[in-house]
């Protein structure tokens, strides 16, 4: 039984039993463990995190650069860079045409069945037509839609657009005079 003023002699005070025994590896502390592991998740986190903030910050950097030598260091108007836009499609478009009409000079122009079959509608008429055909029937689309576009600044008009391509591009009917005519016009 403890005396009354045992807890004022500290030398003779027994220290309570933690578990850990002095001279043992002290027992780890599951606690501990999440503590670092979350730790660790949460700089592995924030790695990754600064990764892809630098690798954004690099291609921001070299979309900057490019769009700055492609205007020769100038910030254009919303209206230039759209017309600069439309101005590469149409370039790409005619390249593409040139291209595949060069592989392939039949594409360059509807056959009868394509025609026939584009009274049943789009879908009808691109299901006859070969895979250069197809390719080249919407780089004329996009070249006329460019070109017309560009020339409006607006939008354009059906019988526009009819009227373009019809002077533009081979139809069916057209000899090679007339082909070679209407590549020198575009």
């Not at 040139?98 to 009868?112: C, E, G, I, L």
Request: proline fraction near 8%.
């Amino acid at each position: 039984m403890p005396g009354p003023f045992d807890d004022l002699i500290p030398a003779q005070k027994k220290p309570s039993f933690s578990g850990y025994i002095p001279g043992t590896p002290k027992p780890r502390d599951p606690l501990d463990d999440a503590v670092k592991n979350q730790t660790l998740e949460n700089s592995q986190q924030a790695l990754i995190n600064a990764q892809l903030e630098a690798e954004n910050k690099r291609l921001k950097n070299a979309a900057d650069a490019a769009r700055l030598a492609a205007t020769g260091g100038v910030d254009g108007t919303e209206g230039e860079n759209k017309a600069a836009s439309r101005t590469t499609n149409l370039q790409a478009a005619m390249k593409n045409i040139r291209a595949v009409t060069k592989r392939d000079p039949s594409a360059a122009k509807p056959s009868y069945l394509e025609i026939a079959a584009g009274i049943f509608g789009p879908d009808a008429r691109e299901m006859v037509q070969s895979e250069t055909r197809r390719d080249i029937a919407g780089d004329q689309f996009i070249a006329i839609d460019s070109a017309l576009t560009l020339a409006t600044g607006a939008a354009y008009t059906p019988a526009q657009l009819e009227g373009y391509t019809r002077s533009l591009f081979p139809t069916v009917s057209d000899t090679p005079y007339n082909i070679a005519q209407k590549r020198r016009k575009f």
